[in-house]
Nanobody, 125 residues
Framework: QVQLVESGGGLVQDGGSLRLSCAASGGTLSSYTMGWFRQAPGKEREPVAAIRRSGGSTYIDSVKDRFTMSRDNAKNTVSLQMNSLKPEDTAVYYC???????????????????WGQGTQVTVSS
C-alpha cells in the first residue's frame, strides 16, 4: 500500500514561488495517476493538477501558466512548482495517487485511493 508524504509548504509573499514535493513508499509512483488537490478554510477540496502514467499533465484554469507538475521516477516523487503565487492560492495542499488511468475525471477526489497528510501553503498580500 503506497504511503505519501508532502513537503515544501510555507509562507511566501504575493508573487513568490514554492515547490511542493510528494514522496512515496510502498509503491512505485510511475504506476499511478498522481494528483494535487488543495483545501482552503471553509471550502471544499478542489483539484489543482494531475499527471498521468504516460507523463501528460493537466491543470485547472486558475493555475495554468503558473504551476507545473512533474515526476521524478528515479526518486519516486512528484512535484508541484508554483510560481507567481497569489493570496487565493492559500490552502492545505494534498498529494494523491490513483490506480486508474484518469482523463476527464482526474479532478474527482473519490477516484484517488491514497492521500498524503497535506502541507500548508500561505501567500501573504
Amino acid at each position: 500500500q503506497v504511503q505519501l508524504v508532502e513537503s515544501g509548504g510555507g509562507l511566501v509573499q504575493d508573487g513568490g514561488s514554492l515547490r511542493l514535493s510528494c514522496a512515496a513508499s510502498g509503491g512505485t509512483l510511475s504506476s499511478y495517476t498522481m494528483g494535487w488537490f488543495r483545501q482552503a478554510p471553509g471550502k471544499e477540496r478542489e483539484p489543482v493538477a494531475a499527471i498521468r502514467r504516460s507523463g501528460g499533465s493537466t491543470y485547472i484554469d486558475s493555475v495554468k501558466d503558473r504551476f507545473t507538475m512533474s515526476r521524478d521516477n528515479a526518486k519516486n516523487t512528484v512535484s508541484l512548482q508554483m510560481n507567481s503565487l497569489k493570496p487565493e492560492d492559500t490552502a492545505v495542499y494534498y498529494c494523491a495517487a490513483s490506480t486508474a488511468y484518469l482523463i476527464t475525471n482526474w479532478g474527482i477526489p473519490e477516484k484517488y485511493g491514497y492521500w498524503g497528510q497535506g502541507t500548508q501553503v500561505t501567500v501573504s498580500s
